[in-house]
């Protein structure tokens, strides 16, 4: 069977979960058929090719486009994935980015249609900030392709129930749950054998970052945008014992705007207390693991969060993970075993703006305030996480069933 993954992101232009989640995807489902990724961001003459592997095509966006609104560009360089997918016996896209380029290959090839939903442009209406009137079209995209395509992959339970929530004209029965996944051999607490510390080389490099690792620590990681709460934790960290140290892996801004809010919370912040860490570029695997090996609790305050392949990363790593029990989270971390789920009222107009933000921040407050408070714990949650991700996550498992959804698409077809 030969199945064409079509994305925006794929190595070495990965900026969320998304693209962490293809690139993953591709090479377990390399291992059992012939995959062709095709992806954005230009050519990559470097990707490793063989046999087992993914082939892989990236495309740069079309020069008539240069300057365009960004949804419009995205749009041309769908027309251009769909013109080569023939030969393919299924196209299976992800984001609202692909999402066109496989409702197109379709219909021109004669193929079925999997879509992956990571995110749904309806409960994200502040990409309008970002977008403009490319809103509008990245949202058309997406709802054209979610109600032609022979089948929908959701993340997690909750991401099907919103599906069928923003888009109630699709059959449920072409909605399969399959989780994000987490590479277990890539994410492994950098500890000597029979020790719970970080190695000499591990706390090196979070020294280097400006973290203590004698200190305790919350750390966040993840993009600048309305979706991921961080605004709510800034304002909650006030309320934390000052000798707790917040270390912040967070860049790739969607707006000035949000930016600008990020940016003030975290000057006043480092006005009022130490150990305020921001690190805003994206670092490499090496690092990041040392980052979260040296902090005591992972934070995740997202107010939209289909799954969060960084709660397993955390986890992966053998922290504790403090989160907002909203979307897919509740599906990933075990409340009181793995760690806190934070209770979350919400708006229902899409926007998921929590009804009373300030309870919100006293409840997060309060919940890595237990955690840190008791260092013990947090090292059994973080073993019990790890567990968990062994257990319910990891690739081999999901890209079966991935194949499964697959072939049951391919004999309704």
Known sequence: MRVDLLTREYPPHVYGGAGVHV?????????HLDVRVRCFEGPR??????????????????????????ALATLGVDLTIAQDVG???????????ANMAGHLAGLLHGVPH????????????WKAEQLGGGYALSSWAERTAYLGAAGIIAVSGGMRADILRSYPDVDPARVHVVHNGIDLARWVRPVAAGDSTPTPRARELAVARGI???RPAVVFVGRITRQKGLPYFLRAVRRLDPEVQVVLCAG???????????????????????????????????????VLAACTVFVCPSIYEPLGIVNLEAMAVGLPVV??????????VDDGVTGLLVPLAQE????????????????????????VSDPARAREMGRAGRTRAEEHFSWGAIGERTIEVYERVLAGS
Do not use: C, K, Q
């Open 23 to 31: 690139a993953e995807l591709a090479a377990v489902l390399a291992e």
């Open 87 to 97: 030969g393919a016996d299924l196209v299976h896209s992800h984001t609202w980015y």
């Open 212 to 214: 203590d690792p004698d």
């Open 45 to 70: 003459p470097d990707a490793p090719s063989g046999p087992g592997l993914p082939t892989v095509t990236g495309y740069s966006a079309l020069a008539e486009l240069a300057g365009a609104n960004a």
């Open 252 to 290: 790739a801004p969607d707006t000035p705007e949000i930016m600008a809010e990020v940016s003030g919370l975290v000057e006043e912040l480092s006005h009022e207390r130490s150990g305020v860490v921001w690190i805003p570029d994206m670092l490499p695997r090496e690092e990041l693991v040392a």
């Open 323 to 332: 989160a907002s029990a909203t979307g897919g989270i509740p599906e990933v």
């Open 114 to 125: 999997v879509v992956s939903a990571h995110s749904l442009e309806p409960l994200r209406p």
């Open 348 to 371: 229902s107009d899409g926007t998921g703006t929590p009804l009373h933000p300030e309870r919100f921040e006293a409840d997060l407050a309060a919940a890595l305030t237990r955690v």
